[in-house]
């Protein structure tokens, strides 16, 4: 189960019906059961500009950001992966730069922070070269028109 939450700002621009599908198709791709949950944010720059000071040390908004955590929801019994929150105005941004809609870069975003959710990271050159691959592969599978430039 997916818990989203969108900013009033962007509730038009968001489908939440298409994320929670896409989550769904992670989980099927990375044989992730089926039952976990998580929490998603799609929000504003300064959110994320203020969590990314808070936790990453970096006083600029970034993207997305995930907070990876691993328990058991104590009440579904569902295993509970973390959270993540999508800076809507980022996301349309790069969209636009890479010459897609800001829907498929919010979906790009979904699978990037669900792939940190899930203990995937991109620190050293190995890492980054097994998560971009996997990742790649899964916006193949669900025919997600954008790719990550980094």
Do not use: C
Not at 91 to 115: N, R, T, Y
């Amino acid at each position: 189960m997916i818990d989203i939450e969108i900013d009033q700002s962007f509730q038009d621009l968001v489908d939440p019906i298409s994320l929670e599908v896409v989550s769904n198709q992670v989980f099927s791709l990375t044989d992730t059961d089926p039952k976990s949950e998580f929490g998603l944010q799609v929000t504003g720059d300064d959110t994320l500009q203020q969590l990314n000071l808070q936790y990453m040390g970096i006083d600029a908004p970034t993207d997305v950001l995930s907070f990876p955590v691993s328990f058991q929801n104590p009440d579904s019994g569902n295993p509970y992966l973390g959270d993540i929150l999508i800076s809507y105005p980022t996301a349309a941004h790069q969209a636009a730069a890479s010459g897609h809609p800001p829907e498929e870069e919010v979906k790009l975003l979904l699978v990037h922070g669900l792939l940190h959710l899930l203990g995937y990271d991109h620190t050293t050159p190995e890492e980054k070269k097994a998560m971009w691959a996997l990742q790649n592969s899964i916006l193949a599978a669900l025919q997600i028109q954008a790719r990550p430039t980094e």
